[in-house]
């Protein structure tokens, strides 16, 4: 267990929404990442941070921001939610600069 | 189009039987890795390979990287039912440039 929490787990809401997720880590990571994972694409890079306040975009990021504002918080937001957003989103952390230790994931429903 | 490409995506055998699922890019990968997913719960990393040619083993998993740094194969000998799960291969392209294959879900029936 690498102590990563993410939440919530789960979610459903309409398009246009505004929609927050945050991975809490406990290990002191440097490096963190959202990704989402689609049927018949595995897991796509959507941001990555590799410090507090330093982040960049992965292979999807259009739609979507992030902050990290402290070490151990990376939110991932969804300005307004789309039909296309719905996926199931993994935070994960590294201490060099690809993902380690991933979270549980949320699964997020957009209606 | 996929950058790696995983097969079989779907395989299904009795406990006792030999496996290999492969790993297929045209690309060259400074590493990769092979993960191992269960419903409901994230990636684990199971082993980093970064040498053309390497070998991993891990108890009844052999993990090996080409001799090219494209394409790797992971061989389960005498599958159990605790084998069972989605088995996800990652090239590292460098500069946080992790490219997954779709996946290979695994089924190991007692």
């Known amino acids: 267990d690498a102590g990563i929490t993410q939440s919530p787990r789960h979610k459903v809401t309409e398009t246009g929404t505004p929609v927050t997720l945050r991975c809490h880590q406990t290990e002191n990571h440097r490096y963190m990442y959202w990704y989402r994972q689609d049927p018949g694409h595995g897991l796509r890079l959507i941001h990555y941070s590799y410090g507090v306040k330093d982040t960049d975009k992965g292979e999807v990021s259009d739609g979507y921001s992030v902050s990290r504002s402290k070490t151990e918080d990376f939110l991932l937001t969804l300005e307004s939610a789309t039909s296309s957003q719905t996926s199931v989103y993994f935070c994960?952390?590294?201490?060099?600069?690809?993902?380690?230790?991933f979270g549980d994931g949320t699964r997020l429903s957009i209606l | 189009t996929q950058l790696l490409e995983q097969s079989p995506q779907f395989l299904s055998i009795q406990e006792g039987e030999n496996l290999t699922v492969y790993c297929n890019s045209s690309s060259v990968f400074s590493s990769l890795q092979w993960y191992r997913q269960e419903p409901g719960e994230g990636p684990v990393l199971l082993v980093t390979?970064?040498?053309?040619?390497e070998v991993k083993k891990l108890k009844r998993l052999t993990f090996q990287f080409g001799d090219a740094r494209k394409d790797s194969s992971l061989h389960i000998t005498a599958a159990q039912p605790g084998d069972t799960g989605l088995y996800l291969c990652?090239?590292?392209?460098?500069?946080?440039?992790?490219?997954f294959g779709q996946g290979t879900r695994l089924t190991i029936n007692p």
């Open positions: 990652a090239g590292d392209r460098g500069a946080q440039k992790l490219v």
């Open positions: 390979v970064v040498t053309g040619g």
């Open positions: 994960a952390t590294g201490d060099s600069d690809q993902p380690q230790h």
